[in-house]
């Protein structure tokens, strides 16, 4: 069992940044491939970027080249950075962490993330 807790979320103006944490405790952190998801209102759940338990990352079409996933195994702990941010980003972003492809793996709450003037 893995608990996740997002934080970082935040108003924040077009163009800006943030960085979005992703606290995991109650199990081994390393074998799992992390991911970030986001949901915006009216609309289903997105895959943002994800980063396996070997280091390789893949990142949604809209975010590439703004968003930077990373992890750090010592503090248990992934981040996604968030440059150049868009109106069309505001959204709950939600962390997954999963040891087996495929599967649902477990969920942190989100945090709200709104990008506006």
């Known amino acids: 069992q893995v608990q996740l807790v997002e934080s970082g979320g935040g108003l924040v103006q077009p163009g800006g940044s943030l960085r979005l944490s992703c606290a995991a405790s109650?199990?081994?952190?390393?074998?799992?491939?992390m991911g970030w998801y986001r949901q915006a209102p009216g609309k289903q759940r997105e895959l943002v970027a994800t980063m396996t338990s070997g280091g390789s990352t893949n990142y949604a079409d809209s975010v590439k080249g703004r968003f930077t996933i990373s992890r750090d195994n010592a503090k248990n702990t992934a981040y996604l950075q968030m440059n150049s941010l868009k109106p069309d980003d505001t959204a709950v972003y939600y962390c997954?962490?999963?040891?087996?492809?495929?599967?649902?793996?477990?969920w942190g709450q989100g945090t709200q993330v709104t990008v506006s003037s």
């Open positions: 109650g199990s081994i952190f390393s074998p799992y491939a």
């Open positions: 997954n962490a999963k040891r087996v492809p495929g599967t649902i793996g477990f």
